[in-house]
Each structure stands twice: as C-alpha cells, then as structure tokens.
C-alpha cells in the first residue's frame, strides 16, 4: 500500500534562508512520481516540483529542489532564499495510479 | 482553456439529504480523482477515475458514489450527507501515468448540518 509521511506540522524560517520540509514514503513498487505541491491560505493547490522514480538527479525548480534518497524513500523540499511569499502550506504526493497526498507542513516565514 | 471547474462553490446540506457535486475538464486528461480536505488537514483520496467507464476506490470512499461516462466530467454524489462530511472537496485531473501533475479545481465547501 502506498503511504506518504509528512512529520513536522509546522515550520519557521527567516526570510532569506533556505528551508527543508521532510517527506518519507512507502511503496513496493518501482516506478513511481514523487510531487509537491504548494497550498497558500487562499486555498488554491500549486504544483511545485516532480521527482520521478528512476531519476538519478534531483529535481529542481527555481528555488525549489526535490532531495530525493531512493533507499531511505525520502523526497525532501528545500526552499532556498525563502520569501514572505513562500508561507503556506505545503504537501508532498506520491502517484501509482492514483495519488495520495501527505498531511502537510505549514510554513511560516518571518520577516 | 477552463482548466478543472467544480460547481458549486459553496452548499449547506441538513443531514440526510443526497447531492452531486460537479466536475468538469476541458484538457483531454484521462485520470481524474476526487479528494476532501478537513480544516487543517491533507488531501484525501475519495474516488478517482484512469479513463471513460473506469473508476476505483480511493482512501475514504464510504458515503461517496462516482461515475465517468465522459472524459470531460466526473461527478461525485453524496448518498446521505452526514456531519463527518463537512469539508472542502477538491476534483483534479492529469494526463494519466505516474509523472504527470495534477491540475486542481477551485474546490467546493460543504457544510452538513
């Protein structure tokens, strides 16, 4: 069964620095896409960055990159240069077939 | 291009009565999935649809019927609405296959009293 673990609820980071939001997920198979998605408070869902499977670099996306570790099953975000802009929540998804989403981490950025 | 819509925006249900929540996308996209968000929470997998005629369970599909007889629309109804179905419901569809993201709806809130 597919799983996506998302462990901190919430986060702070100081403008202008990078931040890591932590993703750990399960599956058996071996083909697979690794999302993330960003959910500002007007509740609109933005797609981030994808991470597929038998890639063998990580993702990146203007400020984001995906720290994508096959053998531990992690894909972790980093937000570089973090802005006021970037708080929000942000959820991390895995697709087989169908998608299922992680319970999310929220960011706050401080000025 | 619309992109995903959903209609209604917003609807208020007493408990018991049923209600289709619509769902519509003009990119030709094969998957389509419903999802419920609860205030705080991540996404949900209610339902979700990999062509016409095909749809699957998702993670919480209890009290919750679809069907797909077109590409373009996938309709959720809600049987009996009941107060744990108080949420903001998201539809999104994708090209289909493992490395495509989806495209969201604006989503509708839903309020069961």
């Known amino acids: 069964a597919q799983k996506i673990t998302q462990t901190q609820p919430g986060m702070f980071v100081q403008e202008k620095e990078a931040v890591t939001l932590d993703c750990t997920y399960d599956?058996?198979?071996?083909?697979?896409?690794l999302f993330w998605y960003k959910q500002p408070s007007s509740g609109e869902m933005i797609f981030l960055i994808y991470q597929g499977s038998y890639d063998e670099q990580n993702a990146t996306e203007g400020r984001y990159s995906l720290n994508f570790q096959k053998a531990r099953k992690s894909a972790n975000l980093v937000i570089s240069a973090s802005q006021l802009g970037d708080s929000a929540m942000y959820f991390c998804?895995?697709?087989?077939?169908?998608?299922?989403f992680g319970a999310g981490t929220r960011l706050f950025v401080k000025a | 291009n619309a992109g995903v819509t959903q209609t209604p925006k917003f609807q208020v249900l007493k408990t018991g009565q049923s209600m289709t929540l619509q769902c519509a996308q003009d990119m030709n996209h094969e998957y389509m999935s419903w999802y419920r968000q609860d205030p705080g929470m991540g996404l949900r997998l209610i339902h979700y649809?990999?062509?016409?005629?095909?749809?699957d369970q998702g993670e919480v599909p209890n009290g919750y019927n679809v069907s797909r007889s077109t590409t373009e629309d996938f309709p959720l109804r809600l049987l009996s609405a009941a107060p744990s179905q108080t949420s903001v419901y998201f539809c999104?569809?994708?090209?289909?296959?493992?490395?495509?993201?989806?495209?969201f709806g604006p989503g509708t809130r839903l309020t069961v009293t």
């Open positions: 998804a895995m697709t087989l077939f169908k998608t299922i």
């Open positions: 649809s990999v062509g016409a005629g095909i749809t």
């Open positions: 599956t058996s198979d071996q083909s697979y896409g």
């Open positions: 999104a569809s994708s090209y289909g296959g493992n490395s495509y993201e989806q495209y």
